[in-house]
């Protein structure tokens, strides 16, 4: 089969011929269908991330697939599922991974970066890491795992957002900040969404977005602040860093919940205290979710499927370098997604039609 290589870092990944995967007992085997890319990839690509990157490996850790063989001591009806995998594994006997929290535990590895990941025609995964998403689910599902996961945790698990309140979402055009919104928005919550430029506004109020959209700038704890008539928000999702932390928990209200996890900015800052006692506020550092987690946000998306992640390109697998590219653009919104059987058999589906197709 064919799959996509990492083969040296600072280099475009490679297109190679591999073993067709094997079910092991308790794994199951997927036709990779869609592959979602991540941020991750370029960590991959660069090295030098401060984690023990070992060479090759194949990236992609957002997976959807379609169960074709089943290992020994797996249930006969995932045969034939279309599924989401959860994209990370654990030493499994640890506090955290007996308590359903695989994330917290020391030896967690993620799909992908650590080890093999998506981007190739077949995968073999854990039976029990993949969750059934329904035989008509569309290819953005794909874009779901690693950002849906990360945004679930830190909304709803460490956050507690809930239906009627205001959450502030950073960045919220991208990967994450997307998906925070999608969820929130799907919560009944609602969402004031902070981005860089008009450009990413605009793009924003394309997509389906309803809540208020304000542009980085003069004022802006200010004009946050007017959006709930002086009380504050309910809840900040901050994942940019040291250039956007005081001004969160300025912008909180009074009980308010900080959701942190990303210091791209820096990590090094100073803090008014104060802020934090004189307002009561909760600070949850957070990062990907658990397996439930995944459930949780599948069951959500079946309900709201207005909530899937925007998949604004589309590659096929033989195109990974070219698509990865797109990551690396500052000025990209939405999610880039590779079609990863040969003959393409999966006709395209997605949440939005601004879908570009490099094969043309
Ligand atoms: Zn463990």
């Not at 959701?259 to 100073?270: K, M, P």
Request: aromatic share 6%; proline share 4%; glycine share 12%.
């Amino acid at each position: 089969m064919r799959a996509q290589v990492q083969e040296n870092h600072g280099e475009p990944i490679v297109s190679r011929e591999r073993p067709e995967p094997v079910a092991a007992p308790g794994e199951v085997v997927l036709n990779v269908l869609a592959a979602g890319l991540n941020h991750l990839d370029l960590w991959l690509q660069q090295g030098d991330t401060g984690d023990s990157l070992s060479l090759p490996r194949v990236p992609g850790t957002d997976v959807l697939g379609e169960v074709i063989a089943l290992g020994e001591g797996v249930a006969a009806d995932l045969l034939g599922e279309r599924v989401l995998v959860y994209p990370g594994r654990s030493c499994g006997t640890c506090d955290f991974c007996q308590a359903g929290h695989p994330s917290a535990c020391r030896r967690f590895e993620i799909m992908g970066y650590s080890y093999d990941g998506g981007y190739a025609e077949q995968i073999a995964v854990p039976a029990g890491s993949v969750v059934s998403v329904g035989a008509d689910a569309p290819l953005s599902w794909a874009a779901v795992p690693v950002s849906y996961i990360t945004a679930w945790n830190a909304l709803v698990v460490k956050g507690g957002l809930t239906a009627g309140k205001v959450a502030v979402i950073w960045g919220a055009t991208g990967g994450l900040g997307n998906a925070a919104v999608k969820i929130a928005e799907a919560l009944g919550a609602h969402v004031v969404a902070i981005v860089g430029s008009e450009e990413k506004a605009l793009w924003l109020s394309s997509s389906g977005f309803s809540g208020d959209i304000l542009v980085r700038g003069d004022d802006l704890v200010k004009r946050v602040r007017a959006v709930t008539g002086g009380r504050g928000v309910d809840l900040v999702l901050d994942h940019v860093g040291s250039a956007t932390w005081n001004d969160s928990l300025r912008m909180l209200a009074v009980r308010g919940h900080l959701a942190f996890c990303g210091v791209t900015t820096g990590y090094s800052v100073e803090t008014d205290l104060r802020q934090i006692f004189g307002k009561q506020l909760t600070i949850a550092g957070t990062w990907i979710g658990d397996p439930a987690d995944l459930e949780a946000v599948v069951s959500l998306l079946q309900k709201h499927p207005e909530a899937l992640p925007v998949v604004q390109n589309s590659f096929t697998l033989d195109d990974a370098a070219a698509a990865q590219e797109t990551l690396a653009d500052p000025s990209g919104n939405g999610k880039t997604i590779l079609r990863c059987q040969a003959q393409d058999a999966f006709a395209p589906a997605f949440a939005t039609a601004k879908e570009f197709r490099r094969d043309g």
